[in-house]
């Protein structure tokens, strides 16, 4: 009788900047190849998320607009279809946090593009808190499932995380 060892086959970890390998026993949160590309990977598919919506400022993370459904009495005032009723979604208005200028809708932050992060703006806000309040904002309106560890969120930036990491260790620690 004669045994044989397998070596086991290797797979690239699934986050795209990373060039580690992993194993189906080494596997984090499926096809990572550490925690921290697992955490790092979802920090990145939220702060995308939010950077793709154009009803949060993509630096400081602040609701720019909120989006207001109209009601079934203003539907049927309106003479709306049903298929013209299903293919609306909503008044749009800016909120406190932006104001229409020369650029277009600007952000109190002095960003004028929603899905550009202008890094160097958020030192003088309080973006981790606005962050945690889009997550909880999405999470509400049947966007994303999330929930953000506003404490751990913070202990990471004070310990100089970069946001991506950062963000990932907080929707970790919220489970």
């Known amino acids: ?103 277009g809708v600007e952000c109190r932050c002095s960003a004028v593009e929603h899905d550009v992060d202008a890094d160097w703006l958020r030192d003088e806000h309080p973006y981790h808190w606005y962050l945690k309040l889009a997550v909880t904002y999405l999470r509400e309106h049947g966007k994303r499932d999330d929930r953000l560890d506003i404490v751990t969120l913070v202990d990471e930036l004070w310990a100089d995380t970069d946001l991506e990491l950062a963000v990932g260790r907080a929707l970790k620690d919220a489970r």
């Not at 995308?48 to 459904?69: A, I, M, S, W, Y």
């Not at 309106?78 to 650029?103: C, D, K, N, Y």
Request: charge should be negative; hydrophobic fraction near 30%.
């Open 1 to 103: 009788m004669t045994i044989r060892f397998v070596e086991p086959e290797e797979y690239d970890c699934a986050r795209d900047e990373c060039n580690e390998t992993r194993t189906e026993y080494t596997s984090v949160a499926g096809s990572y190849c550490s925690e921290e590309c697992a955490n790092r990977a979802a920090g990145a598919a939220l702060l995308r998320d939010l950077r793709h919506d154009h009803r949060f400022c993509g630096t400081c993370f602040r609701l720019r607009k909120d989006v207001e459904q109209p009601s079934d009495e203003y539907a049927r005032q309106a003479g709306w279809t049903a298929l013209i009723r299903e293919a609306v979604v909503g008044h749009e208005h800016l909120t406190e946090h932006a104001t229409a200028g020369p650029h």
